[in-house]
C-alpha cells in the first residue's frame, strides 16, 4: 500500500490528500480497503497470473463462516469469523509466514437474518498497531471489541440495537486517538467516536435514517492542519471534524424522481471529488462525484456529474491518476474520467462481484463471486491481462501487504505471492 495523492488541486485555498503513514503502508493493510480504504497497493511483486496452486504460498482452511475481510498488520493476519450454528462470533489472529491460528477470541451470539449473500461476520477489524477494533453482531445489538496483539480484551462497547432485513455489515475506521464507525440502519443512523484507548464516546452525531447503510468512511487531510472525516449514506455526504465532530460541510442526495437507495460501497477521492455510489436490489442505480472545498450546505453547487445506470452498488471503486475503475455486480469493468464521467470503456467481464476491486502495481483485480479473478490495466484503454481460476466462492474483499495478496474465499484463506 502506498501513499496516494489524489486531487492536489486548489480547492478554496487548500490542498487534500489521503491522509496515510508511507512507512506503514508497505507491510500493513490496517483496515477494509487497506489504509483509508483506497484499495491502491504499491506492492510490485503480486503475480497477475496465479490459481489453485501456481503462485500459492500457503492456503489454509477458514474455520466458521464469514464475509469479514482480512487485515495485516506485520506478521499478523486478523479476520472475524462466525460458527454455521450462530452461536459463536470470533475474531481470529493467524501468521503471515504460514496461515497458522495464532489466537482466537470468541463471543457468545445468536442468529440473526441476513441476505443471501451477507454472513454473521461480514465486519472487517480495522488497528493502530496498538489495538485491533473488531465488531459484532450478536444478531440483536452491535458491540466495538478491543483487542492487544496478544489477544487479551482491553474494551468492549454495546453501541446499540441493529435493525435491517440484510444483517450488519460495517467495519471501523481508526484515526488519531479515536475509533469511528458509521451505525446506519433501518430507522436510526448515528456516526459514533470512541476513545481508542478506552471505548468511551468522545462524540456522536445523529444522520437522517432511511434504509440501512454499509459504506465505511475515510479521513481527508489538508496540508493547512485540518483533517475530515467523510461519511456517506442515504442522508448524503458529508464531511465531519474527527477531533469533535463538528460538521464541516454536507451534500444532500437529490432523489426526485428515484427514491432512496442504499450505500453499500465506500466512498473515495480523486482530483478534487468525492465519488459515493448507491443502489437498489430492482438495479436502480446513482453514481454522484461531488466537490470538495465547499462549507455548510453545498447540496445546489457541489455536484460535478453523475451517473444513472451502470455504476458499481456493492463493490466500491478505485482512483488512479485522472481516472476511476470500477467493476459492477453484474461483472462489467469500466473506466470513467474522474474530471467529467466520460467513459473511455466498459466491457463485460462475466460473474456477478461483491468484493471490491483492487489497484496493485498500475493493474485493477477484480475478484468474482465465483471464483474468477480478472486482471486488467489500469489505462484509458481496456486490456485484460489475466484470468485466474480459484474455483472456491469469493465474497471478502482481499488485502495487500509486503508482497502477498490474501484472499478469503468460502473454504480457505489463501496467501498469493512469489515463494
Known sequence: MHKTVFGLGLLVGC?????????AEAANWARFRGPNGTGVATDTEIPVEFGTEKGVVWKVPTTGV???????????????????????????????KDGKPKWTKSISSSKGKTHPKNSLASGTPATDGERIYAPFWDGKNVFLYAFDFKGNKLWDRDLGAFESQHGAGSSPVVHGDKVFYNHDQDGAAVIIALDAKNGKTAWEKKR???????????ILERTDGGAELVV?????LTGYNPADG???????????????LRTVGSPIVSNGLVLAGSGDGDGTRHLVAVKLGGKGDISKDALAWDKRKGSAYVPTMLAAGDHIYYVNDNGMAGCYSAKNGEEPWSERLGGSFSA???????KVYAFAEDGNVFVFAAAPKYQLLAKNVLGEVIFATPAVADNRLYIRTKSNLYCIGKK
Open 356 to 362: 471490491s476491486p483492487l489497484l496493485i502495481d498500475g
Open 208 to 218: 437522517k435514517a432511511f434504509r440501512t447503510c454499509y459504506s465505511t468512511p475515510f
Open 66 to 96: 464469514g464475509n469479514s475481510s482480512p487485515i495485516v498488520w506485520g506478521d499478523n493476519i486478523f479476520l472475524e469469523t462466525a460458527t454455521p450454528d450462530g452461536k459463536e462470533r470470533a475474531l481470529v489472529c493467524l501468521s503471515t
Open 246 to 260: 463538528v460538521e464541516n460541510w454536507n451534500w444532500v442526495w437529490d432523489f426526485k424522481p428515484a427514491k432512496p
Open 232 to 236: 456517506a449514506s442515504t442522508a448524503g
Open 15 to 23: 490542498c487534500w490528500m489521503l491522509s496515510d503513514d508511507p512507512e
